[in-house]
Nanobody, 121 residues
Framework: QVQLVESGGGLVQAGESLRLSCAAS????????MGWYRQVPGKQRELVAH???????NYADSLKGRFTISSDNAENTVYLQLNSLKPEDTAVYYC???????????????WGQGTQVTVSS
C-alpha cells in the first residue's frame, strides 16, 4: 500500500504564511511527480503546483510568486510554502503523487486526505 500524509494546515490571518508538508510512504518503487491541489466547496479541485522528480516545477498562473513548491526526494516528501495568504486561498489542500508501487507495473495517482487552510481577513 501507498500512503500520502499531509500536515501543516491551519488558521492564519491575511498576509501570513504557512508551510504544508506531504510525505509518501509504503511500497514505493518510484515517484514521477508530486504536487498540490486545492478545493473549496462547490468547486472543482484545481492544481496549485507540482514538481517532477528532476525538480521541474509548474504553478497555477494565479499563484506564481506567492506559493513555492519544493521536495526532498530522499524522504519522498513535497512541501508547499504559502506566503502572503489571502482569504480566497481558503480551501482544503490535497497532496497528489504519481507513484509506481512495488506490486504494480505502472505509475498510479495517489491522493492524501487533505489539510484545511483557512485565511481570515
Amino acid at each position: 500500500q501507498v500512503q500520502l500524509v499531509e500536515s501543516g494546515g491551519g488558521l492564519v490571518q491575511a498576509g501570513e504564511s504557512l508551510r504544508l508538508s506531504c510525505a509518501a510512504s509504503g511500497s514505493i518503487l518510484g515517484i514521477n511527480v508530486m504536487g498540490w491541489y486545492r478545493q473549496v466547496p462547490g468547486k472543482q479541485r484545481e492544481l496549485v503546483a507540482h514538481i517532477t522528480r528532476g525538480g521541474v516545477t509548474n504553478y497555477a498562473d494565479s499563484l506564481k510568486g506567492r506559493f513555492t513548491i519544493s521536495s526532498d526526494n530522499a524522504e519522498n516528501t513535497v512541501y508547499l510554502q504559502l506566503n502572503s495568504l489571502k482569504p480566497e486561498d481558503t480551501a482544503v489542500y490535497y497532496c497528489n503523487a504519481e507513484i509506481r508501487p512495488y506490486y504494480s507495473g505502472s505509475y498510479q495517482q495517489h491522493w492524501g486526505q487533505g489539510t484545511q487552510v483557512t485565511v481570515s481577513s
